[in-house]
């Protein structure tokens, strides 16, 4: 489906990215880091959407050690807290004209159970809500751009997953790693979601999915659950784990390569999709369905107060 073989495509493919504006949510680390990295190689004007300011500054300046003359602008946004995206995407609309893509990659995995100030599961609050709400805000300025993209990330344990509608804060049973497979459950169906409402309405957005199959992040080593920590930290991650900068390579492809198609998730192309040359993936019937999509997207704007107003559903 336009995709190269899977043993071919890496970051040395990335195209020139001269005077096109990225925002990468996460940046200060793992996925998020190595994106803006590659981003800011090829002359793309970033910017870092992070959580600690004075992180992503120290994280900036190594960028443009690497980097010189790239544009790097870092921005403070809690994804967990809705008046923090609020903030982000004011400050966004008042002082830029357009964002070309953004990439909906910041996460956190496996907490004790956590409430957001607005009282969400925080795995579900930062992971989709936080994400759902910022691409609403910055619609504007995505429609600005002449090829605008959303990469949302997902994970290849959505499949694990289903949607807790009967209890979505986890008040009567929460499962810490359960949680968090509900959480990027809800990324994949947003993203699908996100392109039949695009292609309905005849946006020129495309919505793109990827996740980086099993990668060596932080996100397992800073896990809050300790046996999580183990499990995947310092278990998983040694003996099965891909680098990181592999890691990040189906995002970048989503983003900036011309043969990624809007509604296609790109995945690790090897074994179970957990290592590999970027390659088409393949998305949960759940993530597909458009009940579960229609329920999702209903629950999100109640939850976050953010209407895509100009693409209603079509039916």
């Known amino acids: ?19 096109r504006t990225f925002v990468v949510t996460g940046a200060t680390s793992g996925l998020g880091l190595a994106t803006c990295r590659a981003l800011a190689a090829r002359g793309a004007r970033v910017v870092l959407a992070v959580r600690d300011e004075e ?23 809690d994804l967990a807290d809705l008046e923090s995206v609020r903030d982000f995407a004011d400050r966004m609309r008042a002082e830029h004209r357009r964002v070309d893509v953004l990439i909906n990659n ?43 993209r959303v990469v949302t990330v997902t994970s290849v344990n959505h499949r694990r997953a ?8 986890g008040a009567r049973g929460y499962s810490p790693m359960g949680f968090y497979n509900t959480s990027k459950l809800a990324n994949a169906i947003f993203g699908w979601e996100l392109h039949r409402r695009l292609s309905a309405a005849a946006s020129p957005l495309h919505s ?20 999580w920590r183990l499990l995947l930290g310092r278990i ?9 900068d592999r890691g990040a390579w189906p995002q970048l492809f989503a983003a900036t390569d011309p043969a990624a198609r809007p509604g296609q998730l790109i995945a690790p192309g090897g074994l179970g999709e957990l290592r590999g040359h970027p390659a088409q993936g393949k998305l949960s019937a759940a993530a597909t369905d458009p009940d579960h999509g229609r329920r999702l997207w209903e629950l999100s704007e109640q939850a976050t107060g ?3 107003s100009a693409l209603r559903p079509s039916s």
């Open 1 to 19: 489906m336009g995709l190269m073989p899977a043993d071919s495509w890496t970051a040395e493919r990335i195209p020139a990215l001269t005077d």
């Open 306 to 308: 953010v209407q895509f």
């Open 106 to 148: 910041a996460g956190v995995m496996a907490p004790p159970r956590t409430l957001s100030p607005q009282g969400h599961e925080v795995q579900f609050a930062t992971n989709h809500l936080g994400h759902f709400a910022l691409t609403g805000l910055l619609l504007d300025l995505l429609h600005a751009s002449r090829d605008p």
């Open 55 to 77: 992180k992503g500054r120290r994280v900036a300046a190594s960028i443009a050690a690497a980097s010189p003359g790239t544009y790097l602008e870092v921005r403070r946004i």
């Open 236 to 244: 998983g991650n040694p003996l099965l784990a891909q680098p990181v």
């Open 208 to 227: 793109i999915l990827a996740h980086p199959g099993y990668t060596a992040t932080n996100l397992q080593t800073s896990a809050t659950t300790p046996i």
């Open 162 to 169: 289903r949607l807790p509608f009967a209890d979505p804060t």
